[in-house]
């Protein structure tokens, strides 16, 4: 049996934290990949997950490995074996962690790294992408139509803006002035759009949504205000949707193209060894970095 290195909690609750633990690599079993993984992102969601605040398919199993980025080198399994790969680990469904040296996935879930980036920019594709790309199939949105971008610094917003620039919508931002029209979502100089992608939350999202124009497109990506209490009702004939990101190798592949194509660009604000992804967790609650944290191997 091989085991690996991994950054694991034995609980999950407030309070809970990760150490290194030795844990058993899984075999690929049929349309699997097992992948060495050379960087792994850290997300908000992982916060979630280690602080119980999250839903998984199945009853959860422990120890928990947290981390939803890879890109890494396919050992075994169902793809060309030392092929340079970005996935998904689709956690919520698999539970299969990136906060390790391997990773088991579905063979879908993979793409190939885009070979402009290094293993760090790569690994803060995924998820953040994925979540831009369907936020935007999602707003539905046509060239010369505004959208505006609530936190277009983070990186699904930065994302979903260099997604929607290279489609040719024009992208607004909370505060920046827009020619002869004011500011967007401030104060009552409010300018109309088209459509709002909201991936902050909170008081900011319903300044947000204020700014759609009646029959505009709306769609978060925070889950915390979608739930009762925090939830827009249809209005003004404006829809809010939810997204929810899936773990696509035929989506990442395209965005995998984007990135090559510099439609897309990686931030890496800090990397860390594998054995600091507590300090890395810490830093992101306290928002003490900008641009993706990704841990190293
Ligand atoms: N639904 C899904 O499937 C899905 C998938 C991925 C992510 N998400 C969620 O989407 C959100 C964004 O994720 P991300 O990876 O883009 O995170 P991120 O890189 O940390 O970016 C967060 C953005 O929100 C802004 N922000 C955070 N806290 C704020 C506050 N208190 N007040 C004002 N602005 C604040 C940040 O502004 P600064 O840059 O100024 O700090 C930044 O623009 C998270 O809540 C995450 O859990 C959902």
């Known amino acids: 049996m091989t085991t690996m290195r991994a950054m694991a909690a034995d609980r999950v609750g407030p309070g809970a934290t990760l150490r290194p633990q ?45 981390g939803y980025d890879v890109a890494g080198v396919v050992e075994a399994g169902d793809w060309e074996p030392g092929a340079a ?11 299969v ?4 040296e391997y990773v088991t996935l579905p063979a879908s879930y993979v793409a190939p790294k885009p070979a402009n980036l290094d293993w760090s920019e790569a690994a803060t594709l995924p998820l953040a992408a994925l979540t831009a790309h369907q936020a935007l199939e999602l707003l539905d949105l046509h060239p010369g139509q505004s959208l505006l ?3 277009p610094r983070g990186a699904v917003g930065r994302f979903a803006a260099e997604l929607a620039r290279a489609a040719g919508i024009t992208v607004l931002e909370p505060g920046v002035p827009v020619d002869g029209a004011g500011v967007v979502g401030v104060g009552g100089d409010v300018v109309s ?27 978060t990506v ?52 594998l054995t600091d992804a507590q300090q890395a967790l810490d830093l992101l609650a306290s928002r003490g970095v900008s641009g993706k944290i990704v841990l190293l191997p």
């Open 22 to 66: 030795d844990l058993q690599v899984r075999e690929p079993g049929d349309g699997e990949v097992l992948i060495k993984v050379k960087a792994a992102a850290v997300n908000p969601a992982d916060l979630g997950m280690l602080a119980g605040r999250y839903r998984w398919y199945d009853e959860l199993r422990l120890p928990l490995v947290p």
């Open 85 to 95: 790969v970005v996935a998904s680990t689709g956690h919520s469904r698999t539970q």
């Open 97 to 100: 962690g990136g906060y390790a």
């Open 149 to 151: 971008v609530n936190g």
């Open 193 to 219: 759009v088209d459509a709002a992608l909201d991936v902050v939350g909170g008081e900011r999202a319903r300044q947000t949504f204020a700014t759609v124009r009646d029959g505009g497109s709306y769609v």
């Open 222 to 273: 925070v889950p915390e205000f979608w739930v009762p209490g925090g939830q827009f009702t249809p209005d003004r004939g404006i829809t809010p949707q939810l997204v929810r990101a899936e773990p696509s190798g035929a989506r990442l592949t395209t965005i995998s193209r984007a990135a090559e194509a510099g439609d897309l660009t990686a931030t890496v604000g800090k990397t860390l060894p």
